[in-house]
């Protein structure tokens, strides 16, 4: 099973900031948390990851709480095509499950 | 451009005709996958290889077969393809499944009807 908990799905206005959590209370100290995306029936897309400090890229920020047991990924100004199902995922090392994710829809 | 590539990216078939799925990458990386993707499922790991001559196992490997020879390729084969085997397969790759940093790239999908 994926070490992950994530709600189903999401709705969030278009210019609005998305904030899609993440439960991974299993976590251990070695763990990173990465989450991808996937529109339609494309291939998933990286789109960031962390240990324990909060990360910041030109995509989207991750929060990481100090216990690493939930991380929150926010998308700052969604916009209609990041409608996509978004996964969190703990790696470590080749243990790479995808869980069911997250369907966030944009909308206008 | 970095990518991974899979061919076919559409194939239907019938059942127990051997079929090969490629998968190639042109960025050096050591680890490669595949997954299989159904409603309802999400992301299924089949096969896994951390460098040339080294795979294992995933999750869902029953009815598969997987090779690395050589860095760059990680065909899946299916020797007897059965109807619940149809799909949307991905390929992906990572730089190294050791460092801290392994972000996997994803081949664009083949999506594979056993009739």
């Known amino acids: 099973d994926a070490k992950t908990t994530q709600p189903t799905s999401m709705d969030c206005a278009e210019g609005r900031a998305a904030n899609l959590p993440c439960n991974h209370s299993?976590?251990?100290?070695?763990?990173?948390v990465y989450w991808y995306r996937q529109i339609h029936s494309q291939g998933p897309q990286y789109i960031i990851h962390g240990l324990k400090n909060n990360e910041t890229n030109e995509m989207a920020s991750l929060i990481i709480t100090e216990d690493r047991k939930s991380s929150t990924l926010i998308l700052p100004h969604a916009t209609l095509r990041d409608t996509a199902v978004y996964y969190c995922i703990v790696i470590n090392n080749n243990d790479m499950r995808f869980g069911a994710g997250t369907r966030l829809t944009v909308k206008p | 451009e970095a990518q991974v590539t899979q061919n076919p990216r559409y194939l239907i078939t019938v059942t127990g005709k051997k079929l090969t799925v490629t998968c190639s990458q042109n960025?050096?990386?050591?680890?490669m996958s595949w997954y299989r993707q159904d409603p309802g499922l999400g992301l299924r790991q089949i096969y896994y290889?951390?460098?040339?001559?080294?795979?294992d196992k995933g999750d869902v490997p029953e009815g598969y077969k997987v090779s690395r020879k050589e860095k760059r390729n990680f065909p899946l084969i299916l020797e007897s393809p059965s109807p619940n085997q149809t799909s949307l397969y991905f390929c992906?790759?990572?730089?190294?499944?050791?460092?801290?940093?392994?972000?996997?790239?994803f081949g664009p999908g083949t999506r594979l009807t056993v009739l």
């Open positions: 299993t976590i251990s100290g070695n763990e990173y």
């Open positions: 960025m050096n990386h050591e680890y």
């Open positions: 992906a790759s990572s730089p190294s499944v050791v460092s801290s940093y392994n972000e996997q790239f």
């Open positions: 290889s951390m460098n040339v001559e080294v795979t």
